[in-house]
């Protein structure tokens, strides 16, 4: 079985200042992990995936994430947020063809950038 | 081209009706997912296809009614439901159940709500 544990349910953030989300994953398996962004009424918007090799991952917008599987942990991180980036924030899991490709979501960080 | 589009955007229904959910795309993958997601919580899976074969039922109620007619198109079917099935219900896609993981990309959703 795997699991997805995001550690902030909010995190308000000045604009132009750095943010950070944070993300725990427990699987038996190897694991595939995604970051996913989800504006207000819109459907999910994939930021950024790790698969395999290295571990420090970029993606669109400006932002990062890093895979530690010592720590099994897949923070996101962006050094300048702007407005646009007020979002739902979702981490995901997947253990691959293994379980039908199944995404296995956190419970979501809610970025609110305050001018 | 990387866009999966769902029909209607909004749908209003009383709990004796019978509707139908469309999700569309064209960029040739060959798995698509019906998601469905409550108000402030992640989306939650409900049904895989791969290569227009059901390959997962998370024990979904029948009275959702999934079909996938050929590669590109996916109908989900409704008929008695409850208010508490009200919620946005997202189609997904992907190139391939059978190699490795491969990342999932969203339509916008239609938001139900059951009278």
């Known amino acids: 079985a795997q699991s997805v544990t995001q550690l902030d349910s909010q995190v308000p953030v000045f604009e132009e200042a750095p943010v950070e989300l944070r993300c725990n994953y427990s699987?038996?398996?190897?694991?595939?992990l995604f970051w996913y962004v989800q504006y207000p009424n819109q459907g999910l918007q994939l930021l950024l995936k790790?698969?395999?090799?290295?571990?420090l991952v970029k993606g669109i917008n400006g932002f990062e994430a890093e895979f530690n599987k010592s720590q099994t942990s897949f923070h996101l991180r962006k050094p300048s947020v702007h407005i646009s980036d007020t979002a739902e924030y979702f981490c995901a899991v997947s253990s691959g063809k293994a379980a039908g490709n199944k995404l296995t979501f956190g419970g979501g960080t809610r970025v609110l950038v305050k001018p | 081209d990387t866009e999966v589009t769902q029909t209607p955007k909004h749908l209003v229904m009383g709990m004796t009706n019978k509707k139908s959910l469309k999700c569309e795309q064209h960029m040739g993958h060959r798995a698509m997912y019906w998601y469905k997601q409550k108000a402030k919580k992640p989306p939650e899976l409900m049904f895989v296809y791969s290569y227009e074969k059901l390959s997962i039922n998370e024990s979904v109620p029948s009275r959702f009614s999934p079909e996938c007619p050929n590669s590109s198109l996916l109908n989900l079917h409704l008929h008695a439901l409850q208010p508490e099935d009200s919620a946005l219900y997202l189609c997904a896609s992907s190139q391939d159940l059978r190699e490795r993981s491969y990342e999932q990309y969203f339509g916008p959703g239609t938001r139900l709500t059951v009278t």
């Open positions: 790790y698969l395999s090799g290295s571990t």
């Open positions: 699987s038996s398996v190897s694991v595939y």
